[in-house]
């Protein structure tokens, strides 16, 4: 089973950038597809971007132009480069693995397991 644990947020200003990852262990996760959500106080969980085990990406539609997610399976880590950031970005970040694709509907939280513990990136205005 792999686990995941997220690191890199922080605190930025508005306009900066950060880089978080999604490190796994217990096994490789090169044949997985890895996913970003993030979760604001008071607010549903949302995603953010998943990349495919052949590096396919998607992003949500707030973060498209703005955020790059990566993955480097000999590291087993999947990143997500931030770029550009805004005070609605404040939020805590995870990733996990995804073990359903839909196309009757969007990407969603109950398409993911596995999910890290999170890391916090907050953006400063």
């Known amino acids: 089973q792999v686990q995941l644990a997220e690191s890199g947020g922080g605190l930025v200003q508005a306009g900066g950038s950060l880089r978080l990852s999604c490190a796994g262990s217990?096994?490789?996760?090169?044949?997985?597809?890895v996913g970003w959500f993030r979760q604001a106080p008071g607010k549903e969980r949302e995603f953010v971007a998943v990349?495919?085990?052949?590096?396919?990406?998607e992003y949500g539609d707030s973060m498209k132009g703005r955020f790059t997610i990566s993955r480097d399976d000999a590291k087993n880590t999947v990143f997500l480069q931030m770029n550009s950031l805004k005070s609605e970005d404040t939020a805590v970040y995870y990733c996990?693995?995804?073990?359903?694709?839909?196309?009757?509907?969007?990407?969603?939280?109950?398409?993911?397991?596995?999910w890290g513990q999170g890391t916090q990136v907050t953006v400063s205005s």
């Open positions: 996990a693995l995804r073990i359903r694709i839909r196309i009757d509907r969007p990407i969603g939280p109950s398409d993911f397991a596995s």
């Open positions: 217990g096994r490789s996760f090169s044949g997985f597809h």
């Open positions: 990349i495919s085990d052949n590096a396919h990406k």
